[in-house]
Structures are given as structure tokens and as C-alpha cells.
């Protein structure tokens, strides 16, 4: 395997006597798919938060191709490299798909005091693209508003796509969203991982979508690592199946 | 030492009052969410009661008359809030917050007009406390005895409150409302008595208040909104929604203030609202109060995005101005100057719309700015003789100066929280202009501020205003169209979502807070010059409410709003005030029905009239799929 | 016990139910299936006054209820738990049962403390706990257990299996047939076709704000067909 681009060892948080994270280490390579499963509290949000500086670690490190980032705020994290899609997705309700688009590009370029000129005739071309890549060029001109939650999280993929990230994170990305519609997002989101090398990590309830889109995973339980590998090897694991999977039988369909 | 002691106890007296008006809002706010402006006009509203029911009962019933009136009168101020709850409040609990807090804001002009009209314009001071008139010594000093009935009632007040919430079954579904009232409803609990029986509590204890400083202090018409900027700071540093909060918080405002007179007797107000300041930067939900509490922000986005207007939105702007540079060919001296002075008061409450529409950020002490323009001109002219130019150059640089340091506190915060802290900082700025008698002349104002000689007849300084107020206006515009602009709407969209495209949302709407301080500077400066004259009241809370009603009229998203908004308001309050003397009650009224009315302002509700004509399509919750 | 007549929703301008009409017979679980957005959610909270109906009817035991507000739905005999569990944070887990406790409208034996704790064995241990601090699965059997204290006849559940690890899905599920053997009839939305197959009777699929499908889960349980079209499975 490559060289690491984002490493993170031993991190820490504490919620007054709640140890939320408690000494995770995990690495991504470059193009590589990295699933973060757990049961609800085990800490994977938190891991987020430390990882892209919303949340303070108590202990730990944060390295991004070699450089220590941890403690820096989420902007200063975005600019470094590292982009981001939340569990309920983000965008800015007052703007149309490309404005969106172009405040984030506006961002990256150091452009948002101007008090002048007309913001939404920034870079058009370079929005259009970014929402092309996404599928999504055909609704630039509508408000996030008024689109399918599932087309608002393809937006958020652009926005978060406009920085040239060389790391994504993913909370939930498919979280309220239909069967179909999850497993074209994540194949989207794995092809451009692999085309551009980023390396992404996400969360996930669903194990179709892990399953099938991760290249490796890792299970987290009460803020510890309790697995870590391939999805066959996790899915195969007793402890995995016991505290987070349940019994394998149970959960096939019954007719009654 | 004994002194200090003393002090330290009348501290504690004072705290009993503040703490029943706080602790009431609080209670009110944690159930409703409406900050209620009207509180203080309770507490006003307690004293009155108090002092007419205690004249009437001790000639009949003695000292025990005077006991029997506090509770009565707590009583009935309670009564009145159910009323108003029924009539006002219940018709608002879907509504923006800012029209909540407006409506209640009119309630209390309603109420001080009405207090007029029953109690006239004269302080009315009560009987002493019979059974409590005396003093006892302590440490060798002399405390009134009235003061230990007061410093045990605040304790009392707060342990029965305490067994009120946790061990009755209507208190543990109070506190359940306060966090989740849909919920509470689809469990079984009608919530419209719920909130009713809340309210009267709340303002019942705000009565009780009002009615226990009667020996202290006689009952006044100021008393509604003195209190009730104090009572902000209290509820704030205490946390909306809790109860030991507001108590700890009074305990500490009512001491700084017994002892900042020793101190400092100028700046104690100025003392109280650092303190506040300090409290809210270091802990921003207040030292008891909860996160999610102090981050509510305002319901409900903007229905549709703002676009720059088309050619013929253009061609009308265009059109009107042309029509107002006309304006001095067929109208006198008169008509001119109040034609200049709503103009002046469309830029104050665009810049006012700027930072609420398009930052997200309600502001309650606008005037602040605007009152810094106004000074920096009166003081540059009467003390330094500046010409103009020069003077007016100075008024934009003031205002921002000072939304600058006041805005480097305000922006940490949203909400309410982020409004009652623009009061507060309004509050301190009037408190300097109103107290620093040696430079600001105090309540008498600076005079003789004279536009200069090419300026001094009123067409020419209308088209100044004019020239002035339209250039600003569409430099405004042209900002939220911008770069700029589009960090401050993403700021306010989703803090989160902005912070993770590398933008310091922190920052953003510091820079626009300011820009907002520079434009309402240069209204002030200009309003300094057409009305020749400063005083203390430009920074006064009805100025700040004044604007916020123009911005309201308008529509808060609507760009064109606060100019419709200013015309409608200064004209219609101008005309009125000519008509009688109980205009405030006439404004009252009408603010709140309109806010009951029309929940998106005049311009608003318009355009959402028009746009649901022009097309109602059926849309699915799925929409369209790529 | 409940039937659904040409039920139409609005949010806004927005349509989101389209005249949909089903009947919940007493004693059964149905599952309202869908894909997100299929207006699912939107139908419970109809039912439960919590959204305004644009038209149509709702009538519980023949009576019509649309139109009501919340607390009287509820005092009619329907209990609904919310997908997002909105538990009350701050107060502990026997104060959020208080606030859901109400007797029974027709006299039957009362829901206890002591038997939602038989339900739900984790929150015996839990009562003083601050509900806010309790685990996602937890606050989910607290937000069943603070309705069942209201004695419901007919239960409301909105996504129940949502967000949770798969051993607290299996315990949500066992929950749900003890309840219809206690004789509650259980009404629930439901994506997952897993969970819904081993509780529910009959099924009623929505798509795009009108019911598609109307009949026994085995029959859409069985159809590969009808489960790919509407539920994209």
C-alpha cells in the first residue's frame, strides 16, 4: 500500500466522564475507500469531529501527508485538503445549486471580501464542471430547496469536490436515502475517489452500501477499534456480529 | 467593613425585584420561546396595581390591607398576561421570532398609554410596609426592616418554584414543553392551557415584582423599559429558560450595582453590562442556561433566494428617485425636512436589514450606531468646531468604530441571545451619552448643529440627504450581490456547512456587523444635521424598535422593503403625534396586528400574494431525480 | 379501526400527499413502506394531527379525528413515536414516563412503570439517568415506552429501526409482536423490508405521496417484482 495521506493515532476525546473516542489510530492511502461502522455512540461522529478539527482531541494526533494538523479549526483543515459531507446534508438554502458551488470556489480563492463585483458570475465554467462530475449541471440554476435529498447530497459532493480535496469525509452520506439511490452515490463517490486519488472515509448503517463500496473497514465500539479490515474478514469477525451485526439468520426476511 | 455589609444587604433587596421579572421571563421564554418585551410592563403594571389596591384595602382592612394587595395585584398582572396570551401571544407561536418580539414590543406601548390614562403622568409612591416600616441595626448600621422581607422572598420565591417544577406533574410537563412542546402535545397535554397557565405564572411573578418596590420606589411610567434592559442582561447571564440562573444572575447584577454607585456612580450601568458581556463571550448560553437554547435561531429560512432585480425593477428605482429629486419643486420647507428625515431613516433601517436579511443577525440596539454617527457629528461641530464635510466624513467611521467593538462580542452569539446583546451594548451607549454629562450635555442634548451655509435651505439639504441616502442604498445592494455578500448569506444559511468551505463565519458577519455600524453612522449624521440638535434618546430602545418596526413592514428579505417600510412608519408616527397624545398606543396596536397579520411584513406578504398567483405547482417530496 | 380516506398533505406549495387512503384493522401491524420522500412520515404525522390535512378524511373506530389537534388525537387512543425519538434531554428517564402517562379512556388495566421495564429491561436500570444521556437504542425504547404510559390503543411508530445497531433492531422487532400479542394495534413506516417482514401483517407501499400496493406483507415479502419497483429493492 502507498504511503498514508491522512493518519490519525491514539485520539481521544472525552464527554464529561464519557470517553467518546479512546485511543483510535486508523490510516487512508490515496484512492482508497475506508467504511467506519459501529453501533449508534461509539464514537464515529466524534471521530469526525477530531479528524476535520470541529471537536478538540484531548490526545492524539492528526497528520495529513506528514503535516500535524490537530487542534486547527475545520476551515483552516479545508483548506489543507480535507473535505466533508454531514449526516444531515448542509447547503446554503438561500442560493441556487451553482451559487453554492461558487462560494466555495470563491472561498478557496480568497475572494469573499470583495464588495463589488457580481459573485455569480465567479469562474461559471469551473461550477459547471464540479456539477457535472456529480450528475447534478442540470439543476444549476435551482435552489437546493426544491431538490430530491439525494440530489442535495450530490451537491454537497461538489461543494465538497471544489477544493480539490486530497481526503473526504463522509458522515452517513446515504442516511434518508433510498436503497437504489445510496449504491449510485457511493459508486460515483468510490469512481471519483479512484480517478482523482482521494482517499475517502465514511460512515455507514447500511451494510450494502459498506459492503459493497468499502475497500476495507473499520468497526469502532465504545470508542475503541474492535476490528479493522477487509469487509469479509470484518464481517466474519464473532465480537463484530455480536455488538454491532447481531445474529446472521435473524435478519433475513420473514413472510408471516 | 460595616458599611460594606450593608451595602452588600441592600444588594440583596434590590436583587428580590429583578429576580421575580427575570425569572418570569425565563419561565415564559423556556415554554413559548417568545422573548417577551411586555414583561417590563408587568412589572410597571404590579407596582401600579399595588398601590391602588393597597390604598384601597388599608382603610378598610389595616396593615393586613397592604399584604393582601402584593399577591392581589400579583394576581392580576398574572390575569392580564393570560389575557394577552389568548389574544396576542397564541396567535404568534408559528411566527418569525423577530415579529414575536415586536408584537410584544407594541404591547408595551399599548400598556404604558393605558397606564397613562388610568394612573397619569405623576410617580405615585407607596405606603411604608406596616409591620416592617422600622430599621434594624446591623453591625451598626441601619437596615429597613422591608429590605430582610425582600432578601428572604427571593429564596422563598425560588424553593417554591423549585418543588413547583420537579414535584408536581404539571411543572415536569412545563419543563417537558420547554423541550420539545410538539412532543408534549401528541403525548396527550393541551398545550393552549399549558402555555396559558405558563404565561400566567410568568407574569405573575413579574407583578409580584413590581408590587413588592413599592416602598422602595414609586410607581412610574419608566419603569417598564428601565427594568426590562436590566432584565435582559439578568436572564441572559443567567440562561433563557432556567430558573437558579436568573437568581444567581440578579444576585451578582443587583451587588455590582450596590456597589459600582460607590465606586464609579457614572458608569455603573456601563459596569453591569461588561459584566454581561464578559459572561456571555466566556459561556454563551449563560451560566446556568442550555446550548441548544441559545442557539435557536430564526425559524424558517428565506422562502426563495434573493436575485438582483430585472430591467424594469430598475427602471421603476430609477423612476422614483427621479420623482424624489423632483420633490423640492412642489414642496415647502416643511414637507422637505420630513421628507429628508424618512429618508434618513430608510438608510438607518436598510443598513438595519442588511445585517438581519442577509447576516441572520437581530439586532435590538441599532440605534447604538446610528447615535455614534449623530454624536461624533454634534461633538466635532460644538466642541471642535469641525466644518460640514468633515464632521459628516466622521459620523460612518464612528458608527463602525463602534459596531467594530461591540459587534467583536455580538457575533459569537445568534439568536435572541446575539439580539438582547445589541440591547444591552445599546443600553451602555445611551447610559454614556445619558450619564457623561460634561461631554454630552446629558439629558439636555448638544444644540445649534447647522448643516453649512450651501446646505442650510431645506431643498438643498434634502438633495444632499437625498444623494447621500441613494448612493449608500444601492452601494448596500450592490454588497449583498457580491462576494461579500454571499459569505455573509452562507454564514447565516449553515454556520456549519460555511465553516467547512473555509470560510470564518465568525468574521464574515463581524465585517458585516461593522459595514451595517458605518451605514446606520452616516444616517446618524445626517439625522444630527436635520434636526440641528443630539440627544440622548437617538440611542434609546424605541429608536432601535423603530427600526426594526420599518424593517419589519418592509419584509426582512425584501430588498426594497425598509425603504417602503421607513416611508409607511415616519410618516405615519409623524402624522400621528400631531393628532394626539396617545399615539404610542395607536402605533402599539397597530404594530400588533400587523405582526399578527402579516408574518412577512407588508412587502412580504405582497410578493408571497403575487408569487402563489403567478404559478402553484404540485410538487412531490421527491421532486426531480438526476 | 382506523381508515384513511383521500388524504392530502401540503407543506407550502409543495404536494406531498396525493389522496391516499388505507384501513388499519385492529389487533395487526401494518407497515407503511416506501422509499424516503415517498411521504410516509408525512402520512403518520397527519394521523396524528401534527400536520395539517389539506383534504380527506381520517376516522378512528368511524369517528373523524381530522382536523383535531394533537393532544385530543392522542387522547382518542392513538400513540405515535416520532423517527427522531424526541425524548425530552433533560429530564430523567422516569419524568419523561410521567409526562407520557395518561389512564386509559375505556377502563382497560393501565400501562405501569414496572411493565414498559418489562418490555424494555435496559431502562430498569436507567430511571434516574438524564434521558439525553442515554445510547440511541435506549432513547428509542424510552420514546416507545413514554407513549405506551398514554395506553394507546392504536400505536404509531415512524421508522423504528432506523439509525440503530442491527441486536437493538431485533429487540425493537421482538418489542412490536409483544405489544400486538398484548392486543395493541401497531401502525409503522418502515424502509427496511427486513424488519418490516418479521413484524407486520399487511403492508401498505407508498410512492410518491398515493398508496401503490394494499395486501399481506408474505404477498410483497414474495414479489421480487412489486419490491423492486416501489421499494427499489
Given at each position: 500500500?502507498?504511503?498514508?495521506?491522512?493518519?490519525?493515532?491514539?485520539l481521544?476525546?472525552?464527554?464529561?466522564?464519557?470517553?467518546?473516542?479512546?485511543?483510535?489510530?486508523?490510516?487512508?492511502?490515496?484512492?482508497e475507500?475506508?467504511?467506519?461502522?459501529?453501533?449508534?455512540?461509539?464514537?464515529?461522529?466524534?471521530?469526525?469531529?477530531?479528524?476535520?478539527?470541529?471537536?478538540?482531541?484531548?490526545?492524539?494526533?492528526?497528520?495529513?501527508?506528514?503535516?500535524?494538523?490537530?487542534?486547527?479549526?475545520?476551515?483552516?483543515?479545508?483548506?489543507?485538503?480535507?473535505?466533508?459531507?454531514?449526516?444531515?446534508?448542509?447547503?446554503?438554502?438561500?442560493m441556487?445549486?451553482?451559487?453554492?458551488?461558487?462560494?466555495?470556489?470563491?472561498?478557496?480563492?480568497?475572494?469573499?471580501?470583495?464588495?463589488?463585483?457580481?459573485?455569480?458570475?465567479?469562474?461559471?465554467?469551473?461550477?459547471?464542471?464540479?456539477?457535472?462530475?456529480?450528475?447534478?449541471?442540470?439543476?444549476?440554476?435551482?435552489?437546493?430547496?426544491?431538490?430530491?435529498?439525494?440530489?442535495?447530497?450530490?451537491?454537497?459532493?461538489?461543494?465538497?469536490?471544489?477544493?480539490?480535496?486530497?481526503?473526504?469525509?463522509m458522515?452517513?452520506?446515504?442516511?434518508?436515502?433510498?436503497?437504489?439511490?445510496?449504491?449510485?452515490?457511493?459508486?460515483l463517490?468510490?469512481?471519483?475517489?479512484?480517478?482523482?486519488?482521494?482517499?475517502?472515509?465514511?460512515?455507514?448503517?447500511?451494510?450494502?452500501?459498506?459492503?459493497?463500496?468499502?475497500?476495507?473497514?473499520?468497526?469502532?465500539?465504545?470508542?475503541?477499534?474492535?476490528?479493522?479490515?477487509?469487509?469479509?474478514?470484518?464481517?466474519?469477525?464473532?465480537?463484530?456480529?455480536?455488538?454491532?451485526?447481531g445474529?446472521?439468520?435473524?435478519?433475513?426476511?420473514?413472510?408471516? | 467593613?460595616?458599611?460594606?455589609?450593608?451595602?452588600?444587604?441592600?444588594?440583596?433587596?434590590?436583587?428580590?425585584a429583578?429576580?421575580?421579572?427575570?425569572?418570569?421571563?425565563?419561565?415564559?421564554?423556556?415554554?413559548?420561546r417568545?422573548?417577551?418585551?411586555?414583561h417590563?410592563?408587568?412589572?410597571?403594571?404590579?407596582?401600579?396595581g399595588?398601590?391602588?389596591?393597597?390604598?384601597?384595602?388599608?382603610?378598610?382592612?389595616?396593615?393586613?390591607?397592604?399584604?393582601?394587595?402584593?399577591?392581589?395585584?400579583?394576581l392580576?398582572?398574572?390575569?392580564?398576561?393570560?389575557?394577552?396570551?389568548?389574544?396576542?401571544l397564541?396567535?404568534?407561536?408559528?411566527?418569525?421570532?423577530?415579529?414575536?418580539?415586536?408584537a410584544?414590543?407594541?404591547?408595551?406601548?399599548?400598556?404604558?398609554?393605558?397606564?397613562?390614562?388610568t394612573?397619569?403622568?405623576?410617580?405615585?409612591?407607596?405606603?411604608?410596609?406596616?409591620?416592617?416600616?422600622?430599621?434594624?441595626?446591623?453591625?451598626?448600621?441601619?437596615?429597613?426592616?422591608?429590605?430582610?422581607?425582600?432578601?428572604?422572598?427571593?429564596?422563598?420565591?425560588?424553593?417554591?418554584?423549585?418543588?413547583?417544577?420537579?414535584?408536581?406533574?404539571?411543572?415536569?410537563?412545563?419543563?417537558?414543553?420547554?423541550?420539545?412542546?410538539?412532543?408534549?402535545?401528541?403525548?396527550?397535554?393541551?398545550?393552549?392551557?399549558?402555555?396559558?397557565?405558563?404565561?400566567?405564572?410568568?407574569?405573575?411573578?413579574?407583578?409580584?415584582?413590581?408590587?413588592?418596590?413599592?416602598?422602595?420606589?414609586?410607581?412610574?411610567?419608566?419603569?417598564?423599559?428601565?427594568?426590562?434592559?436590566?432584565?435582559?442582561?439578568?436572564?441572559?447571564?443567567?440562561?433563557?429558560?432556567?430558573?437558579?440562573?436568573?437568581?444567581?444572575?440578579?444576585?451578582?447584577?443587583?451587588?455590582?450595582?450596590?456597589?459600582?454607585?460607590?465606586?464609579?456612580?457614572?458608569?455603573?450601568?456601563?459596569?453591569?453590562?461588561?459584566?454581561?458581556?464578559?459572561?456571555?463571550?466566556?459561556?454563551?448560553?449563560?451560566?446556568?442556561?442550555?446550548k441548544?437554547?441559545a442557539?435557536?435561531?430564526?425559524?424558517?429560512?428565506?422562502?426563495?433566494?434573493?436575485?438582483?432585480?430585472?430591467?424594469?425593477?430598475?427602471?421603476?428605482?430609477?423612476?422614483?428617485?427621479?420623482?424624489l429629486?423632483?420633490?423640492?419643486?412642489?414642496?415647502?420647507?416643511?414637507?422637505?425636512?420630513?421628507?429628508?428625515?424618512?429618508?434618513?431613516?430608510?438608510?438607518?433601517?436598510?443598513?438595519?436589514?442588511?445585517?438581519?436579511?442577509v447576516?441572520?443577525m437581530?439586532?435590538?440596539?441599532?440605534?447604538?450606531?446610528?447615535?455614534?454617527?449623530?454624536?461624533?457629528?454634534?461633538?466635532?461641530?460644538?466642541?471642535?468646531?469641525?466644518?460640514?464635510?468633515?464632521?459628516?466624513?466622521?459620523?460612518?467611521?464612528?458608527?463602525?468604530?463602534?459596531?467594530?467593538?461591540?459587534g467583536?462580542?455580538?457575533?459569537?452569539?445568534?439568536g435572541?441571545?446575539?439580539?438582547?446583546?445589541?440591547?444591552?451594548?445599546?443600553?451602555?451607549?445611551?447610559?454614556?451619552?445619558?450619564?457623561?454629562?460634561?461631554?454630552?450635555?446629558?439629558?439636555?442634548?448638544?444644540?445649534?448643529?447647522?448643516?453649512?451655509a450651501?446646505?442650510?435651505?431645506?431643498?438643498?439639504?434634502?438633495?444632499?440627504?437625498?444623494?447621500?441616502?441613494?448612493?449608500?442604498?444601492?452601494?448596500?445592494?450592490?454588497?449583498?450581490?457580491?462576494?461579500?455578500?454571499?459569505?455573509?448569506?452562507?454564514?447565516?444559511?449553515?454556520?456549519?456547512?460555511?465553516?467547512?468551505?473555509?470560510?470564518?463565519?465568525?468574521?464574515?458577519?463581524?465585517?458585516?456587523?461593522?459595514?451595517?455600524?458605518?451605514?446606520?453612522?452616516?444616517?446618524?449624521?445626517?439625522?444630527?444635521?436635520?434636526?440641528?440638535?443630539v440627544?440622548?434618546?437617538?440611542?434609546?430602545?424605541?429608536?432601535?424598535?423603530?427600526?426594526?418596526?420599518?424593517?419589519?413592514?418592509?419584509?426582512?428579505?425584501?430588498?426594497?422593503?425598509?425603504?417602503?417600510?421607513?416611508?409607511?412608519?415616519?410618516?405615519?408616527?409623524?402624522?400621528?403625534?400631531?393628532?394626539?397624545?396617545?399615539?404610542?398606543?395607536?402605533?402599539?396596536?397597530?404594530?400588533?396586528?400587523?405582526?399578527?397579520?402579516?408574518?412577512?411584513?407588508?412587502?412580504?406578504?405582497?410578493?408571497?400574494?403575487?408569487?402563489?398567483?403567478?404559478?402553484?405547482?404540485?410538487?412531490?417530496?421527491?421532486?426531480?431525480?438526476? | 379501526?382506523?381508515?384513511?380516506?383521500?388524504l392530502?398533505?401540503?407543506y407550502?406549495?409543495?404536494?406531498?400527499?396525493?389522496?391516499?387512503?388505507?384501513?388499519?384493522?385492529?389487533?395487526?401491524?401494518?407497515?407503511?413502506?416506501?422509499?424516503?420522500?415517498?411521504?410516509?412520515?408525512?402520512?403518520?404525522?397527519?394521523?396524528?394531527?401534527?400536520?395539517?390535512?389539506?383534504?380527506?378524511?381520517?376516522?378512528?373506530?368511524?369517528?373523524?379525528?381530522?382536523?383535531?389537534?394533537?393532544?385530543?388525537i392522542?387522547?382518542?387512543?392513538?400513540g405515535?413515536?416520532?423517527?427522531?425519538?424526541?425524548?425530552?434531554?433533560?429530564?430523567?428517564?422516569?419524568?419523561?414516563?410521567?409526562?407520557?402517562?395518561?389512564?386509559?379512556?375505556?377502563?382497560?388495566?393501565?400501562?405501569?412503570?414496572?411493565?414498559?421495564?418489562?418490555?424494555?429491561?435496559?431502562?430498569?436500570?436507567?430511571?434516574?439517568?438524564?434521558?439525553?444521556?442515554t445510547?440511541?437504542?435506549e432513547?428509542?425504547?424510552?420514546?416507545?415506552?413514554?407513549?405506551?404510559?398514554?395506553?394507546?390503543?392504536?400505536?404509531?411508530?415512524?421508522?423504528?429501526?432506523?439509525?440503530l445497531?442491527?441486536v437493538?433492531?431485533?429487540?425493537?422487532?421482538?418489542?412490536?409482536?409483544?405489544?400486538?400479542?398484548?392486543?395493541?394495534?401497531?401502525?409503522?413506516?418502515?424502509?427496511n423490508?427486513?424488519?418490516?417482514?418479521?413484524?407486520?401483517?399487511?403492508a401498505?407501499?407508498?410512492?410518491?405521496?398515493?398508496?401503490?400496493?394494499?395486501?399481506a406483507?408474505?404477498?410483497?415479502?414474495?414479489?421480487?417484482?412489486?419490491?423492486?419497483?416501489?421499494?427499489?429493492?
Amino acid at each position: 500500500m502507498s504511503r498514508p495521506v491522512l493518519e490519525a493515532e491514539n485520539l481521544a476525546k472525552r464527554f464529561g466522564g464519557v470517553r467518546a473516542v479512546d485511543g483510535v489510530s486508523l490510516d487512508l492511502a490515496a484512492g482508497e475507500v475506508l467504511a467506519m461502522i459501529g453501533p449508534n455512540g461509539a464514537g464515529k461522529s466524534t471521530c469526525f469531529n477530531l479528524l476535520n478539527g470541529q471537536e478538540r482531541a484531548d490526545a492524539g494526533q492528526v497528520r495529513l501527508a506528514g503535516r500535524e494538523i490537530t487542534g486547527l479549526p475545520p476551515r483552516t483543515v479545508w483548506r489543507l485538503g480535507i473535505g466533508r459531507t454531514f449526516q444531515v446534508a448542509a447547503v446554503f438554502a438561500s442560493m441556487s445549486v451553482a451559487e453554492t458551488v461558487q462560494v466555495a470556489l470563491l472561498s478557496h480563492d480568497r475572494q469573499l471580501w470583495r464588495p463589488w463585483r457580481r459573485a455569480n458570475r465567479y469562474r461559471r465554467e469551473r461550477a459547471r464542471a464540479l456539477l457535472a462530475q456529480v450528475g447534478m449541471d442540470w439543476a444549476a440554476e435551482r435552489t437546493c430547496g426544491t431538490l430530491a435529498y439525494g440530489d442535495v447530497k450530490r451537491v454537497e459532493l461538489a461543494v465538497a469536490l471544489a477544493n480539490d480535496p486530497r481526503v473526504l469525509l463522509m458522515d452517513e452520506p446515504t442516511a434518508g436515502m433510498a436503497p437504489a439511490e445510496r449504491g449510485q452515490l457511493m459508486a460515483l463517490t468510490q469512481e471519483i475517489a479512484r480517478a482523482r486519488g482521494i482517499a475517502v472515509l465514511f460512515t455507514e448503517h447500511d451494510m450494502d452500501v459498506v459492503f459493497g463500496h468499502a475497500d476495507r473497514v473499520v468497526v469502532l465500539h465504545q470508542g475503541r477499534v474492535l476490528a479493522r479490515g477487509t469487509p469479509q474478514a470484518v464481517r466474519a469477525e464473532p465480537e463484530v456480529q455480536r455488538v454491532y451485526l447481531g445474529a446472521p439468520a435473524s435478519t433475513e426476511p420473514t413472510a408471516c | 467593613m460595616d458599611f460594606v455589609a450593608v451595602q452588600f444587604l441592600t444588594g440583596l433587596a434590590s436583587a428580590c425585584a429583578l429576580f421575580l421579572v427575570a425569572c418570569g421571563l425565563s419561565i415564559i421564554f423556556g415554554v413559548t420561546r417568545i422573548v417577551n418585551f411586555a414583561h417590563g410592563s408587568f412589572f410597571m403594571v404590579g407596582a401600579y396595581g399595588a398601590y391602588s389596591l393597597s390604598g384601597a384595602l388599608m382603610p378598610l382592612l389595616g396593615g393586613l390591607g397592604f399584604w393582601l394587595a402584593l399577591p392581589l395585584a400579583a394576581l392580576g398582572v398574572g390575569l392580564l398576561g393570560a389575557l394577552v396570551e389568548v389574544a396576542v401571544l397564541r396567535r404568534l407561536y408559528r411566527s418569525h421570532e423577530l415579529f414575536q418580539l415586536l408584537a410584544t414590543f407594541g404591547l408595551v406601548l399599548v400598556i404604558k398609554d393605558a397606564a397613562l390614562i388610568t394612573w397619569g403622568p405623576q410617580d405615585l409612591l407607596g405606603p411604608r410596609a406596616p409591620g416592617a416600616a422600622g430599621a434594624v441595626t446591623v453591625l451598626g448600621e441601619q437596615i429597613p426592616e422591608y429590605d430582610l422581607v425582600l432578601i428572604a422572598l427571593g429564596p422563598l420565591v425560588l424553593a417554591g418554584l423549585w418543588l413547583l417544577f420537579h414535584r408536581t406533574r404539571w411543572g415536569v410537563l412545563v419543563r417537558a414543553a420547554t423541550q420539545d412542546r410538539e412532543m408534549v402535545g401528541a403525548l396527550g397535554v393541551d398545550q393552549k392551557k399549558l402555555f396559558t397557565g405558563v404565561v400566567f405564572l410568568g407574569s405573575a411573578l413579574a407583578g409580584l415584582g413590581g408590587a413588592v418596590q413599592i416602598p422602595r420606589e414609586a410607581a412610574n411610567l419608566n419603569m417598564d423599559l428601565n427594568i426590562i434592559a436590566e432584565v435582559f442582561a439578568v436572564t441572559v447571564v443567567g440562561g433563557m429558560g432556567s430558573i437558579a440562573g436568573p437568581f444567581l444572575a440578579a444576585l451578582l447584577v443587583a451587588q455590582l450595582n450596590a456597589f459600582g454607585i460607590l465606586i464609579l456612580p457614572e458608569i455603573s450601568i456601563v459596569l453591569l453590562f461588561l459584566v454581561m458581556a464578559v459572561v456571555l463571550v466566556l459561556r454563551p448560553q449563560g451560566l446556568l442556561g442550555r446550548k441548544e437554547l441559545a442557539g435557536s435561531a430564526t425559524h424558517g429560512a428565506p422562502e426563495s433566494p434573493l436575485r438582483p432585480e430585472g430591467w424594469t425593477l430598475g427602471l421603476i428605482g430609477l423612476a422614483v428617485l427621479l420623482a424624489l429629486a423632483a420633490l423640492p419643486l412642489v414642496a415647502g420647507g416643511y414637507q422637505l425636512s420630513v421628507a429628508s428625515e424618512i429618508l434618513i431613516f430608510a438608510l438607518f433601517a436598510a443598513s438595519l436589514q442588511f445585517i438581519m436579511g442577509v447576516g441572520g443577525m437581530i439586532s435590538f440596539g441599532h440605534a447604538a450606531y446610528l447615535g455614534l454617527g449623530a454624536y461624533a457629528v454634534a461633538l466635532s461641530v460644538t466642541h471642535w468646531h469641525a466644518p460640514m464635510t468633515g464632521a459628516l466624513a466622521l459620523a460612518p467611521v464612528a458608527g463602525a468604530l463602534g459596531a467594530l467593538v461591540f459587534g467583536w462580542f455580538c457575533v459569537r452569539l445568534s439568536g435572541v441571545y446575539l439580539a438582547m446583546l445589541t440591547l444591552a451594548f445599546a443600553q451602555i451607549a445611551w447610559a454614556v451619552a445619558f450619564q457623561w454629562v460634561g461631554l454630552t450635555g446629558g439629558d439636555n442634548g448638544l444644540l445649534g448643529i447647522w448643516p453649512a451655509a450651501w446646505a442650510s435651505a431645506p431643498a438643498a439639504f434634502y438633495w444632499l440627504t437625498l444623494g447621500l441616502v441613494a448612493a449608500a442604498v444601492l452601494l448596500l445592494r450592490r454588497i449583498v450581490f457580491a462576494p461579500f455578500g454571499y459569505g455573509l448569506r452562507a454564514s447565516r444559511d449553515s454556520t456549519l456547512r460555511a465553516e467547512a468551505v473555509g470560510i470564518h463565519t465568525r468574521r464574515q458577519r463581524w465585517y458585516g456587523f461593522t459595514l451595517a455600524g458605518a451605514f446606520a453612522g452616516l444616517a446618524g449624521g445626517l439625522y444630527a444635521f436635520a434636526k440641528g440638535s443630539v440627544f440622548p434618546e437617538v440611542l434609546s430602545i424605541p429608536m432601535s424598535l423603530d427600526a426594526l418596526v420599518m424593517v419589519l413592514l418592509g419584509g426582512v428579505q425584501t430588498l426594497a422593503g425598509p425603504l417602503v417600510g421607513a416611508a409607511v412608519f415616519d410618516g405615519l408616527q409623524t402624522w400621528l403625534m400631531s393628532e394626539t397624545d396617545y399615539w404610542r398606543a395607536i402605533v402599539g396596536a397597530g404594530v400588533v396586528a400587523l405582526c399578527v397579520a402579516f408574518p412577512r411584513g407588508l412587502v412580504g406578504n405582497l410578493r408571497a400574494l403575487q408569487e402563489s398567483r403567478r404559478d402553484t405547482p404540485a410538487v412531490s417530496e421527491e421532486g426531480a431525480s438526476g | 379501526m382506523l381508515s384513511v380516506r383521500a388524504l392530502e398533505v401540503l407543506y407550502g406549495r409543495a404536494q406531498v400527499l396525493f389522496g391516499v387512503g388505507f384501513d388499519v384493522p385492529g389487533g395487526q401491524v401494518t407497515a407503511l413502506m416506501g422509499r424516503n420522500g415517498a411521504g410516509k412520515s408525512t402520512t403518520l404525522k397527519a394521523l396524528m394531527g401534527l400536520v395539517p390535512p389539506a383534504s380527506g378524511e381520517i376516522r378512528l373506530d368511524g369517528r373523524r379525528v381530522d382536523g383535531w389537534p394533537p393532544y385530543r388525537i392522542a387522547r382518542a387512543g392513538l400513540g405515535y413515536v416520532a423517527e427522531d425519538r424526541r425524548i425530552f434531554p433533560d429530564m430523567t428517564v422516569a419524568e419523561n414516563l410521567e409526562v407520557g402517562r395518561r389512564a386509559p379512556a375505556d377502563g382497560r388495566a393501565p400501562w405501569t412503570v414496572a411493565e414498559v421495564e418489562r418490555l424494555f429491561p435496559n431502562l430498569a436500570d436507567l430511571r434516574d439517568r438524564r434521558a439525553g444521556q442515554t445510547s440511541g437504542g435506549e432513547q428509542q425504547m424510552l420514546a416507545v415506552a413514554r407513549t405506551l404510559m398514554g395506553n394507546p390503543r392504536l400505536l404509531l411508530l415512524d421508522e423504528p429501526s432506523e439509525g440503530l445497531a442491527p441486536v437493538i433492531v431485533q429487540q425493537m422487532a421482538a418489542a412490536v409482536r409483544a405489544l400486538k400479542a398484548g392486543g395493541v394495534t401497531v401502525l409503522l413506516s418502515e424502509q427496511n423490508l427486513r424488519f418490516a417482514g418479521s413484524v407486520a401483517d399487511r403492508a401498505v407501499v407508498l410512492e410518491k405521496g398515493a398508496v401503490r400496493f394494499d395486501g399481506a406483507m408474505a404477498a410483497l415479502a414474495d414479489d421480487p417484482a412489486l419490491r423492486h419497483t416501489y421499494l427499489a429493492l
